[in-house]
């Protein structure tokens, strides 16, 4: 066993001395494996039309973890005219060949899919806080097995201040109705983990090859999303589907909202 494998189950059984658990579950990169797709968009918008050829280090260490509007921005005054119209054209553009990529194939992974069905089984409600834009995220849920357990959305538009402020953390455990200590939060980002402690929330980090930087901040990392991460703890078990079925329409009728 590997001591992050370790130090995220001891994350698990100290967030379930909660009697009320919840989780949240950060968006790109975490629930949903669209990294590269996100990449490979800004990359191409940001040459074509900023003429800046992006490295894949200048995305991770400098981007990563901010809002889509944010690294629009930042991309805009360092190479672009740095005026609204332009970032709004470029947020535009990049919605549109996202809402196409995953349209072709979900970026929700199997495993992941397992995981929140076996959270939905223990009866533990779910949320997504991100710093993407509602419709991005919906299109990807409504078409995905997990989508249905997924009961709440704080999207990049619900917030006045992205991560690493907690104020999308706090607004998910409002809607949740749990105290931020009930609550498992899975990011991958080093502003996301940010986010997660300054709200005083539990937080395992999720990245296959985790930087320096993630390491220094995140109480516990693990390498996917799967089953195995909270298996120990609650165990597989099946439940009727009528239940599974009652869970899902909550989750369809409220996360839009």
Not at 42 to 53: E, H, I, P, Y
Not at 92 to 102: I, N, P, S
Request: with cysteine; proline share 5%; charged share 25%.
């Amino acid at each position: 066993m590997t001591p992050d494998v370790t130090a995220a189950r001891t994350a698990v059984e100290r967030w379930l001395t909660s009697t009320r658990p919840a989780v949240v579950f950060d968006f790109n990169g975490t629930l949903s494996n669209d990294e590269p797709i996100l990449f490979d968009i800004f990359s191409d918008l940001f040459a074509a039309r900023l003429g800046w050829q992006m490295t894949t280090e200048e995305y991770r260490d400098e981007l990563l973890g901010h809002s889509d509007r944010e690294i629009i921005d930042i991309a805009v005054a360092r190479h672009g005219s740095g005026e609204d119209d332009q970032a709004t054209e470029l947020l535009r553009l990049r919605g549109e060949h996202y809402k196409q990529r995953v349209a072709a194939r979900n970026p929700i992974a199997d495993t992941t899919v397992e995981l929140v069905t076996h959270l939905a089984r223990h009866q533990i409600p779910m949320a997504v806080v991100t710093g993407a834009q509602r419709s991005d995220v919906v299109a990807v849920l409504d078409n995905s097995a997990a989508g249905r357990h997924i009961q709440f959305l704080v999207a990049e538009e619900d917030v006045a201040n992205g991560k690493p402020d907690p104020e999308g953390f706090l607004t998910a455990a409002r809607m949740l109705r749990r105290k931020p200590s009930d609550i498992l939060v899975f990011e991958d980002s080093v502003p996301g983990v940010r986010g997660a402690m300054a709200a005083h929330m539990h937080c395992i980090a999720v990245a296959a090859e985790p930087t320096p930087e993630l390491r220094a901040v995140a109480p516990a990392i693990v390498g996917e999303l799967s089953i195995d991460i909270v298996s120990d703890a609650l165990p597989i078990a099946r439940c009727g589907d009528a239940s599974e079925r009652a869970s899902a329409g909550s989750a369809a009728s409220t996360r839009h909202e």
